[in-house]
């Protein structure tokens, strides 16, 4: 984990330093924009060839510590990173931590709701649809979440917007923020209902094309299980289709989708959908991620970037140890010794 993680910030770190019109040249682009104006009278044109002296931009460059060299300021960066120290955004002019955590909760919104919504729709619908395979239900369902998983979420959110948020139709959902204006005049449960009330719309948008790929994996999974031998044997034993499905199958089966629980379950907290974000006016991890790399503000693109790669790197390592927890056949040990 630690060579990865040092390997993605060197590699993205390189990269920063040759992609055209960063920090330091935007200053002077803006800087020599505004002089050039005061020169010309307010036309907007600027008359000087001389542009910024070269004490001037070395200033610029030590603010935002360019001064150094790339190998120095590489380093001096993973040293602050191990403490989390990630400095102060060049573009919002405030910390890059209490940034992150300040746009934290529209994408923990969005990510969580449909981190639930996907997994206690998908596990049942797909159990069903694999005990009944073949018939006039499974080719219903199937047909019905394949189109949700063709359409773009965006295209799907505008189209909730026309129908559902005033644009031609229908008046019914709210469209910007988590919550209403007045939402701290409140009572509680009105407080619960209007936060419901706002994510209704983002939620479906963010969550259908998501519901095909979970239910034909737990489908496929529990079609293989129903298929062994012992399964057979089991029935032939006398159990009824619920003891088997359950008490055998469901151990079996539920592995693949239990290993991929840890990593969306973290996922679901800190992602952003940009798209989704911006259609619904939420200022959210999708929104910031999108600003920080427009403006070339790389504290923030950095910070965030070795943040969620150690997010990335755990949930990795919680979806191996639940392989062990899941099935006890699995053992890394007795791998190793026949290796």
């Known amino acids: 984990m630690i060579p990865t993680l040092f390997g993605i910030m060197l590699i993205t770190f390189a990269v920063t330093q040759f992609v055209p019109g960063g920090p330091v040249e935007k200053m002077i682009s803006q800087l020599e924009h505004h002089n050039g104006e005061a020169s010309s009278g307010g036309s907007g044109v600027y008359q000087g ?27 001096t960066m993973m040293a602050s990173y191990l403490v989390f120290d990630f400095g102060e955004s060049y573009y919002h002019q405030q910390g890059v931590a209490a940034l992150v ?12 709701w449909s ?24 080719v219903l369902t199937s047909s019905v979440i394949l189109v949700g998983y063709a359409i773009p979420g965006f295209v799907l959110g505008l189209a909730l917007i026309v129908l559902f948020g005033g644009g ?51 489908k496929n999974s529990f079609l293989e299980e129903i298929r062994k031998q012992y399964v057979l044997t089991a029935r032939a034993k006398g159990l009824s289709e619920g003891q088997v499905l359950y008490g055998h199958v469901f151990r079996n089966a539920i592995i693949p989708i239990i290993t991929g629980f840890p990593g969306s379950f973290i ?25 920080s790399v427009l403006n070339r503000d790389y504290p923030v693109v ?17 979806s191996d ?14 791998l190793e010794q026949r290796g």
């Open 49 to 75: 060839k001389q542009g910024l002296d070269q004490e001037r931009i070395e200033q610029l460059k030590k603010l935002y510590g360019f001064d150094k060299p790339p190998v120095q300021r590489f380093f």
């Open 321 to 334: 140890l639940s392989y062990v927890w899941a099935d006890p056949r699995i053992s890394f040990e007795s």
């Open 302 to 318: 950095l910070g965030t970037l070795y943040f969620f790669t150690i997010l990335g790197l755990i949930s990795r390592l919680l």
């Open 168 to 218: 031609s139709f229908w008046n019914i959902f709210p469209l910007r923020g988590l919550v209403s204006d007045n939402w701290h005049e409140l009572s509680l449960i009105s407080k619960v209902l209007d936060y419901l009330w706002h994510m209704v719309l983002p939620i479906i948008a963010s969550t259908v094309g998501s519901l095909a790929v979970m239910t034909l994996l737990t």
């Open 115 to 138: 981190f639930l919504i996907v997994y206690s729709v998908c596990i049942p619908l797909g159990i069903r649809k694999a005990v009944q395979d073949g018939s006039h239900f499974d």
């Open 267 to 291: 996922t679901a907290f800190f992602t952003g959908s940009l798209l989704i974000e911006t259609i619904f006016s939420l200022d959210g991890m999708g929104l910031l991620a999108y600003e």
């Open 101 to 112: 955590i300040s746009k934290l909760p529209v994408s923990m919104s969005l990510g969580l």
